[in-house]
């Protein structure tokens, strides 16, 4: 009797032991979890500073070639704040028509004319966009068309103002017809 409960004994002990073995290792797969874990953290958090520094250096440079570029004449865009939205009769069936517009101006102080004209501008491509057909529309052609008219037109209405043209190149950003 004596032998059998140091076999049952001796049993115990190596369930233990293997119980043991088994909670150090989940502890140990833990811990490296947690290190990788947070050595990855580390790298995200603190190398996105060495690239915010260098997109900083970036906007100085840009800022420093904009003042340089005054005289140069360097493009800019300004965005018209609405889309237009307009009707064109097809037949006799309405056709929905919705055009975002950004204007190309070279230096920045026709930017800033350009800017301060912008009811200007909007009221002369609205005159220009609601003489547009559904043909003129749906064609690239006539999309080229209505681009050429829209600049001669504003550039005549910044002139009549300011007395110089102001407007490079007008772009079709967004363009829906239906």
Known sequence: MAGEENEELSLDE????GGGKKKLIIIIVAVVLLLGGGAAAYFLLFSGD????????????QTSSEVEGENSGAASYVAMPRPFVFNVMDGKRDRLVQI???LLV???????????HIPLLEGTLVRIFGAATVGQLRSPEGKDQLREYALKALNESTKKLEGKELIDTVLFTGFVLQ
């Open 50 to 61: 060495s690239a915010e520094a260098s997109a900083d250096q970036t906007s100085e440079q």
């Open 106 to 116: 070279r230096g920045t102080t026709n930017e800033t004319l350009a800017k301060k």
């Open 14 to 17: 190596g369930a233990t032991a």
């Open 100 to 102: 975002k517009v950004q």
